[in-house]
C-alpha cells in the first residue's frame, strides 16, 4: 500500500506540474507587448534623426548660401562680374559699383558664346566682356586670374549671385593671390530656393572633385 500511494502521488505530482505550464508564462498582453514597444522606439529615434538632419542642413543653408560673409565695396584694381541666371541683377551692381569708382576696369562673363548677354557700357571705365568655354564660376575665375596676373592686380571685387558669394569667393581665391573683394548681387525670393540647390552641388564639387583653379 505504501508503494501504490507513493507512486500515485508521485504521478499527481507530474499531472500537477505539466498541466500547470499554460498558466505559468506572463500575461496575455505581455508576450506581445515587446516587440510593438521596441518598433515605437525605433520609430521615435528615426524621426529624432531626420529631424536633426533636416535642422543641421537648414542651418548649413543660412550659413554657407543666405547669410555668408560679404565684404562693403572698396576701392580695387577691378571689378569682376559672374554670368548667372539673375543676370540683370549682377550686372546692374556690378556697373553701378564701376560707375561710383570703386575700379577703373570691369571685367564682364558674358556666360557662353550661346548666350545673348550683351556687352554694358560705362562711362570712364574699360569694360572688358568676355566668353568662358567652360560656362561655370570656376571658368570665370580662372580666366579672370590669369588677367590679373597679366595686369599686375593686387585685389579684385566680384559680383556673384547672394546664393553664390561663398563658392566665387573660394573659387576665385584659388585663381588669383591678390585680395578678393565680395560684394553680391540680390537675388529674386522665387529662385532661391533653385540656387541653393544648385551651389549645394557646386560646393561639394569645389570641395571634393575641382579642388584646383
Known sequence: M????????????NHSESGSQPNSGAPDGSVTSGPPRSGRRWRRRLLWSLGAAVVVFVAATLAL???SPTDQPRHVN???????NDERAREAEAVSLAKEGYAPVLLFSQGSRGNDTPCPRVPRVSVVCFFDVTNNTRGEARWAGQYAERHHW????IVPGRTQAMRA???????F????????????????PAEVLHEWGGLL?????????
Open 177 to 192: 593671390r591678390g585680395q578678393v573683394v565680395v560684394v553680391p548681387a540680390t537675388e529674386p525670393l522665387r529662385e532661391i
Open 2 to 13: 505504501n508503494a501504490l500511494a507513493k507512486e500515485h502521488l508521485a504521478g499527481g505530482g
Open 65 to 67: 548660401f543666405i547669410y
Open 205 to 213: 564639387a569645389a570641395l571634393f572633385i575641382y579642388r584646383g583653379c
Open 78 to 84: 577691378g571689378i569682376l562680374s559672374l554670368n548667372g
Open 154 to 157: 593686387h585685389s579684385l571685387m
Open 169 to 175: 569667393r573660394l573659387l576665385t581665391e584659388r585663381c
